[in-house]
């Protein structure tokens, strides 16, 4: 027989089902947003940085402005009382209009300041809840740390800012470390939050679940990646902090990188 247009291997048959496997995760703009997160080699958490030094390089001066704008605001922001404790929500929702920003650039575009507010735009609601539940949880966390390490009364003479003098320094030391130490899951369920909502409109306790098991199944990963940003991080800080112009904005970009890394297929 000739050609059959009904045939099983007919290269060109429009009544064909297609035969590729249709991804069951959301799809998105972005890639498809994958059920369960990558677990990925200890390598790739150096690949991030790196890769995220790739975003830098692609417009040097618009991030260096982008990073001085951020913080005569957030300079501005905690001088004013009671304001200052927003500092963590708006930084949330800054952060995801940057996504948005490192997207432009991998894409060819071009990153612009206006990315600096584009979070405000369509998903400040659940940005502003992810600032706000990591806020909740660190002042609980760190109530009940100095409240059980110190005593009640020595943590209430540190809430209430009493001399240095009438608290235990060991105790201190001990209780901060104690209070770091319980916050690593806080930011382990936001660090890559807001990608998660701005590019697939998760809701807040969504994307922070998601963005927890994505850290917890790459630990090595990010152990590297730890280990390398202290380092970079000291570098920074020895031109008088100016390396935080450079640094902040490769660690900006190593969220972007880490995102696609772990939950995009």
Not at 74 to 92: C, K, M
Not at 161 to 172: Q, R, Y
Request: charged share 10%.
């Amino acid at each position: 027989m000739g050609n059959n247009p009904f045939a099983k291997d007919a290269p060109h048959n429009p009544f064909q089902a297609p035969r590729s496997r249709v991804a069951d995760p959301t799809p998105s703009h972005s890639g498809v947003l994958l059920k369960t997160p990558k677990s990925n080699a200890a390598g790739h958490g150096w690949s991030w940085l790196s890769e995220g030094w790739g975003l830098f390089k692609e417009a040097p001066g618009t991030w260096i402005g982008i990073i001085v704008v951020m913080f005569v605001l957030a300079l501005i922001i905690n001088l004013i009382p009671l304001v200052n404790l927003l500092s963590t929500p708006l930084f949330t929702v800054v952060t995801g209009g940057l996504m948005l920003g490192c997207r432009s650039l991998e894409q060819g575009q071009e990153l612009t300041f206006g990315h600096l507010f584009e979070g405000f735009k369509n998903h400040a609601g659940k940005l502003l809840a992810v600032g706000f539940l990591y806020l909740l949880a660190s002042v609980v966390i760190g109530i009940a740390v100095f409240v059980v390490v110190l005593g009640g009364s020595g943590a209430l003479d540190l809430f209430t800012g009493s001399p240095p003098e009438t608290l235990n320094p060991l105790g201190l030391i001990l209780a901060t470390l104690v209070m770091l130490a319980l916050l690593i899951p806080a930011m382990m369920a936001i660090w890559f939050a807001s990608p998660l909502i701005v590019f697939h409109d998760l809701g807040a306790l969504q994307a922070m679940g998601l963005s927890f098991r994505g850290c917890l199944r790459n630990l090595m990963p990010f152990l590297i990646y730890g280990i390398v940003g202290l380092v970079l991080t000291i570098l920074a800080i020895l031109p008088v902090g100016l390396g935080w112009l450079i640094l902040a904005p490769v660690l900006i970009g190593s969220i972007y990188k880490g995102y696609q890394d772990i939950f995009v297929a």
